[in-house]
């Protein structure tokens, strides 16, 4: 089911995601012999878009119409393995890519399956038939991405250890092992600080490859312009100078959590939104100074050893003074 995606994956390119080129390698390196990846890197650098590029390599498969989308020449199922006939569907690349957010309450049964209460009662509690299964069988076939998996219990990570290293699964109520075949590409940002520990045994079964912001200003420039919205005239120049505080904004000492990429989209779509409400056809610094808190404030997280001497606003509004006299921007927010 991923042979030929093995063969679409040397020539990717990954045009959603721009620049991160050594990420890139890494990763085609990594799945090209199947193994599982976890994506490191704070929020907004591209991570989930990374993912959904790899799901859109995949090709065009057929299944069957099971709980399980079993390969009709290898079925894995209780259901098909008894011989009864399915009907048979079609599965596009980016359908065979199934996501799970991490949380403190996903449990195990979310992912492994549980028993139907429903289904109990008809087929009684100890008939296979009764198990619904969870997202590892779901994503049978798949892609498994599972975002921001250091948000989880141990107790959940242990229940992927199987999976992860056997392709299959056991059931123990009814003591069976069902197979299950996927790709798994999680997510986790290493500076947040409300997340569970992940063991070493749990770490063992995957590579790491670390991404991070976009070093060049200009190739953050073209992520705005890609995804951002665009309804009024804002200039190069001025893109030029938004982007430019932002990266400055990152090298500030003071900081421990710095602006991401959707930092730079936000400004972006809210300086148009504010030239748009003063009535104005193109955008001035001064738009982009009016929407900078909102933007901004929450976004960023000063040191223990600051935080107490001034507020991440304080800061805002004198990183943006120094800025403004920096690059001559004078208070009606012209610039040279």
């Given amino acids: 089911m991923f042979t030929n995606f093995k063969e679409s994956l040397i020539t990717a390119e990954f045009k959603d995601i721009l620049g991160q080129d050594s990420v890139k390698e890494q990763l085609k390196s990594a799945l090209l012999m199947g193994r599982h990846v976890i994506l490191v890197g704070p929020p907004g650098c591209g991570k989930t878009t990374l993912a959904k590029n790899v799901a859109k390599l995949l090709p065009e ?24 006939s399915k009907k048979k569907i079609r599965i596009k690349g980016e359908q065979r890519f199934v996501r799970i ?28 038939n009764s198990f619904t299964p969870g997202k590892i069988f779901k994503a049978n076939n798949k892609i498994m991405f599972f975002d921001e998996i250091n948000r989880c219990s141990e107790k ?71 995804q951002g919205k665009s309804i009024l005239e804002f200039s190069d120049s001025l893109l030029t100078l938004m982007v430019k505080f932002i990266h400055e904004l990152r090298e500030n000492k003071d900081l421990e959590k710095i ?4 930092a730079s989209i936000g400004l972006y779509e809210r300086a148009q939104a504010n030239a748009l409400l003063e009535k ?57």
């Fill in 156 to 226: 959940l990570q242990n229940s992927l250890l199987q999976a992860l290293e056997e392709k299959k699964a056991t059931i123990s109520s009814y003591d069976i092992d069902l197979k299950t075949d996927f790709l798994f590409i999680g997510t986790m940002n290493p500076l947040d600080i409300s997340t569970e520990p992940l063991s070493d045994v749990f770490m063992d079964r995957f590579d790491l490859i670390y991404m991070n912001y976009p070093g060049k200003e200009q190739t953050e420039k073209e992520i705005v312009l890609l």
């Fill in 61 to 84: 498969i057929t299944v069957n119409d099971c709980q399980y989308h079993c390969n009709p020449k290898e079925p894995v199922c209780p259901e098909c393995l008894s011989g009864k």
């Fill in 259 to 262: 602006p991401s990429v959707r």
């Fill in 101 to 128: 957010q991490g949380s403190p309450d996903l449990t195990a049964e979310d992912l492994i399956g549980d028993i139907d209460p429903l289904k109990a009662l008809k087929f009684g509690p100890l008939n296979i």
């Fill in 280 to 336: 104005r056809k193109r955008v001035s610094f001064e738009d982009i100074e009016k929407a900078i808190f909102s933007v901004l404030a929450h976004r960023i997280r000063l040191k223990p050893s600051v935080k107490y001497l001034q507020s991440a606003e304080e800061l805002l509004k004198q990183e943006l003074k120094r800025f403004k006299t920096e690059n001559n921007i004078n208070e009606a927010g012209d610039i040279p």
